[in-house]
């Protein structure tokens, strides 16, 4: 039996009663004091998400795409940090609530999926404490309940024999059967929003295959919002409704994920796309590389973070860090010389004739940029 | 599945040929046999790409034909020569001929020594050339996989990104000029971006110095930019093996034909396709009979228990370890094929043999 | 690595000088007995006080130190350089080899060691290299096992297959490869180690089993010091040898406990 907490608890509106996004980030900047210096690892970084819809955030290593997940969930280390912006979850502002008001959201509201179920779960405690612990301690129910909505939360993400796993470890599972557990355990109390971060890096694919689509079911089921932060761009192409796209601890390309693919305006995300070997492509077909490597985010160039590896850099890019603007009601994209655009055509023509090393690699192959449409810009030109 | 057999194998100038592999880790009951009888070869100038998820016993076979792994039975030939009937000596002669390429990248390089020293340290070995000659050496090859000698050079593994951790020590490897390079899952650590770059250069490698190359992945769609020949691997057992375009559109058995569907496409115009594998990967220390696919595999019927597949000719120069394998869309191969459609008894298609 | 880390072995360093040098320094005698001298507190001409016999503290604590810090650190270098090359070539081999040095290690370390070495000496004789050996029989086995624990961990890098791989042989592997790795950690363990000798031969001095009178120990200025009242009477006696063990001591300890920290944080990064 719970018993009745003295301090009030946290009240979210219902998800039926919900009007509005159910989460919004506005301008949320993360930083780390380290010894090089002031890490940005997440630099202004908007964007808002409606109930029942999933989004895809993808990145390299170093895009601060998982301390962007900690941080809307005020999950982060303590230490040496800045954090500012704003983050409204169900219309309420949760950032500056402090760690205990935030345990009333993390559960029942937010869940998180790791992506190493390895170390997310506790090796010492049996699987079915770790999934009762947060559903008696939180949602207040006895032992026999709470046991019972194991079982049927086990079953739900296709776990066969689920009273058996209950009395069973971590390691005794196979890795598919951990994340299982793992979503099992983020879906206990009934969150209305799920992150998941990087779940099915390091599953074979056949896993993978099971655990995203596993995920998708359960989203679609409950109405949950659902956040994919993932380095695979085929991971999330099936699989989101939208796309944000995530360089040096900024947004660098959003859209609908349609739209990501057929119209691709940054740069950096139509390079990632040519970078990826792909199974309708003829074997020994030479890679479409990026040059150079992420920057240093203690030190970042000035201008664009992309620049010095970007196909269609130009003078102005090194000086200037290009902002967000649309190209669309739901596709946003910082650049000055978007791919499909004149300006991106002519930038990247001029790059090809002085032998860029990066424009070199994207026209590699015979591959051409697409014919230039005029970019249906709606405020924020230039 | 549970490939047997040695019909895949060719006539011909192959410069590695391992026959019957087999390797056992652990004792008493749990015992594990990580490769099972595999039989492969790769000719003079190939990249033959292996593949399978985790536990298949890729990276031990790799290991194996490393010589760096010991067998329990079965034999590796480099260039006709039998590893395990020459002496000591040679033996170590020998290995010079073949070197590896780890995974993780930071982690093949001796962490409290600095990069240009761990690159000269297989010269050193060996006493080749003076201390100067082999800075030098080391710091051409450095230069040939893109790192700069000076500045990098003088750093420790920590204090350098995956990409670079990996170039070194491809440089490393290259350092004896060796004839065959097997790369056991190099570019799974590191980002998208960079594992172009790293493919690339292999290529480029490759090209130059005439290297033959195994190349041990899980990601299908990276085995297929770079192999010449396919081999895919399930539970220490090899299942099919053909060219990459042949395995890619037209495989003909069950097990490579639910790999590639489940692999996600970067187009979200491509429908998902249902999810063909359901259930876990059985125990390595207790492996079904027969064919060890069967568990998981929708074709599978009352032989699948009894009999373990025997690899054969499907069609020219593709080969299959499969009693029921797929039919190859475009016209019939020749050889002995029983491609019998799978008696409907258990194993309708999604209904597996579940084993916990 | 903090301040409090090279204050430490600065310490240390210091002490060893004086041990070592201490017949070179203007040190009154150890054995001298200045009967117009007993029991003076510290003064100008006794740095540290006389005892009750009137010889001077000083020297004795510094020459007895050379006792307590011989067979200290020898003793563990000794078991170190035997015990942990044991350790590194059953960590890497395995085998039988490692099976039986493994079994001997066992059975050597069910012996409680002060009882040993006490067991020992009774019939051995309690000369300086007999107790250094004695301690070091007692110390190999635990940094074998030690050495042997990290060097399995190691052994399975992949840098070390690479070694393999192109052509090294086990010696050069061992000390090339492993040795480095393992070293840092086992620096640490040793450190301790040296501080465990230290005090148990000075426990033993203290029951009078260590070394024989009248060459100073610091255990037998410690015996001294309790005996015939000489507690109330010169308490600096005991006093002071007590508290040169506790900074030696308490510095080993820290320095472990640092050089620890450090190369433990530096294998999480990888």
Not at chain 2, 153 to 180: D, F, Y
Request: charged share 20%; proline share 7%; aromatic share 6%.
């Amino acid at each position: 039996m719970r018993l009745p907490s003295r301090r009030r608890e946290l009240e979210f509106p219902s998800i039926a009663d919900l009007e509005g996004p159910l989460l919004e980030v506005e301008d949320l900047h993360t930083a780390f004091h380290t010894r090089r210096g002031l890490v940005r690892a997440v630099d202004g970084v908007s964007f808002e998400l409606q109930r029942g819809k999933t989004l895809g955030v993808v990145g390299e290593s170093g895009s601060g795409k998982t301390v962007l997940i900690r941080s809307i969930m005020g999950l982060l280390p303590p230490g040496a940090i800045e954090r500012s912006g704003r983050v409204r979850f169900a219309g309420r502002d949760i950032e500056p609530l402090s760690a205990r008001e935030l345990r009333d959201v993390w559960g029942t509201q937010m869940a998180l999926v790791f992506q190493d179920p390895m170390t997310a779960l506790n090796p010492v405690v049996r699987i079915g404490r770790q999934i009762t612990e947060s559903l008696r301690k939180r949602v207040g129910l006895d032992r026999d309940a709470a046991r019972e909505t194991a079982i049927a939360l086990l079953t739900s993400v296709g776990i066969p024999s689920p009273a058996r796993r209950l009395r069973m470890y971590p390691h005794e599972l196979s890795g598919g059967m951990r994340q299982r557990v793992m979503i099992a355990i983020a879906l206990a109390c009934g969150p209305r929003l799920l992150l998941a971060d990087e779940p099915t890096t390091g599953l074979d694919v056949t896993i993978q295959a099971q655990i995203l689509d596993l995920l998708r079911s359960l989203q679609q089921e409950r109405s949950m919002g659902m956040i994919l932060v993932t380095h695979d761009l085929a991971v999330v192409a099936g699989r989101t409704d939208e796309i944000a796209v995530m360089y040096a601890g900024r947004i660098v390309e959003y859209a609908a994920t349609s739209d990501l693919f057929a119209h691709t305006r940054m740069p950096y995300t139509e390079a990632l796309l040519r970078a990826i070997p792909r199974l309708s492509e003829p074997s020994h077909t030479r890679l479409r590389v990026i040059p150079g490597r992420p920057p240093d985010l203690a030190n970042p160039p000035p201008g664009c973070a992309f620049a010095p590896r970007c196909a269609y850099v130009q003078e102005r890019c090194r000086s200037e860090a290009p902002p967000l603007r649309d190209a669309g009601p739901t596709h946003r994209f910082a650049c000055w010389f978007p791919v499909g655009s004149s300006e991106g055509a002519n930038a990247l023509a001029s790059n090809l004739e002085a032998s860029l090393p990066a424009a070199v690699a994207l026209a590699s192959a015979g591959h051409v940029s697409p014919a230039p449409q005029t970019l249906t810009s709606t405020g924020g030109t230039l | 599945m549970a490939g047997s057999g040695t019909a895949h194998l060719r006539t011909g100038e192959a410069l590695l040929r391992a026959d019957n592999l087999v390797v056992e880790f652990g004792t008493g009951e749990r015992r594990v046999r990580a490769v099972s009888d595999v039989s492969f070869d790769v000719l003079r100038g190939e990249t033959l790409g292996l593949v399978g998820e985790s536990g298949c016993g890729k990276s031990t076979t790799g290991r194996a034909v490393a010589l760096v792994q010991p067998l329990k039975s079965g034999r590796v030939c480099l260039e006709d020569t039998d590893m395990a009937q020459i002496p000591k000596r040679e033996l170590r002669t020998a290995r010079t001929k073949v070197q590896m390429v780890f995974q993780d990248p930071i982690s093949s390089l001796n962490p409290r020594r600095k990069v240009l020293d761990s690159v000269m340290e297989p010269l050193a070995v060996w006493g080749m050339g003076t201390k100067d000659e082999r800075r030098k050496k080391a710091g051409e090859c450095l230069e040939s996989v893109g790192v700069d000698p000076d500045q990098t050079g003088r750093r420790i593994p920590t204090e350098l990104s995956g990409g670079q951790c990996q170039r070194v020590s491809i440089a490393r490897a290259l350092m004896l000029e060796p004839k065959l390079l097997i790369c056991d899952e190099p570019v799974s650590a590191l980002d998208v971006s960079v594992q172009a770059q790293i493919l690339n250069l292999l290529q480029d490698l490759k090209e130059e110095r005439h290297l033959t190359v195994l190349f041990i992945a899980h990601d299908l769609a990276v085995v297929k930019n770079v192999s010449d020949r396919v081999a895919v691997m399930y539970l220490g057992k090899l299942c099919e093996v053909a060219p990459p375009e042949e395995l890619y559109l037209d495989p003909a058995h069950p097990y490579t034909a639910a790999l590639l569907a489940s692999i996600p496409e970067p187009d979200p115009e491509v429908p998902l396709k249902s999810v063909p594998l359901s259930g876990d990967l059985p125990s390595p220390t207790d492996p079904p009979s027969g064919c060890r696919f069967r568990t998981r595999c929708p074709r599978a019927a009352e032989r699948c228990a009894v009999e373990e597949p025997v690899i054969r000719e499907v069609s020219p120069g593709h080969f299959v370890a499969c009693h029921f394998s797929l039919q190859p869309s475009s016209g019939n191969g020749s050889g002995d094929k029983t491609t019998a459609t799978p008696s409907p008894t258990r194993g309708a298609p999604g209904e597996v043999i579940k084993k916990v | 690595m903090g301040v409090l880390f090279w204050v430490c072995l600065a310490w240390v360093g210091l002490m060893v000088l004086l041990a070592v040098f201490a017949s070179l320094l203007p040190l009154k005698s150890p054995t001298f007995q200045d009967y117009s001298a007993v029991n003076i507190g510290p003064s100008l001409h006794h740095l540290l006080g006389t005892d009750d016999l009137g010889r001077d503290l000083l020297s004795r604590i510094a020459f007895g130190s050379r006792v307590s810090l011989v067979i200290g650190f020898a003793s563990i270098a000794l078991a170190m350089a035997t015990g942990g090359t044991l350790g590194l070539l059953a960590g890497y081999r395995r085998g039988p080899a490692d099976m039986v040095l493994n079994a001997g290690s066992f059975v050597v370390l069910a012996f409680p060691p002060l009882l040993a070495i006490m067991v020992i000496e009774a019939f051995w004789g309690r000369s300086l290299w007999k107790m250094t050996l004695m301690f070091a029989i007692v110390a190999a086995p635990q940094l074998f096992r030690v050495i042997r624990a990290t060097t399995i961990a190691t052994a399975n890098r992949e840098y070390v297959i690479a070694a393999r791989a192109f052509g090294s042989r086990t010696r050069r592997i061992m000390f090339r490869e492993l040795l480095p790795n393992v070293l840092p950690s086992a620096i640490s363990f040793a450190l301790i180690g040296v501080a465990v000798a230290i005090i148990v031969e000075g426990s033993l001095a203290f029951l009078g089993l260590s070394i024989n009178l009248p060459t100073a120990s610091l255990g037998n200025i410690i015996n001294e010091g309790v005996q015939n009242n000489n507690l109330q009477s010169n308490a600096f006696i005991a006093v002071w040898p007590s508290l040169y063990i506790f900074l030696l001591l308490s510095s080993l300890n820290l320095m472990a406990d640092r050089l620890r920290s450090r190369f433990e944080a530096r294998e999480v990064k990888l």
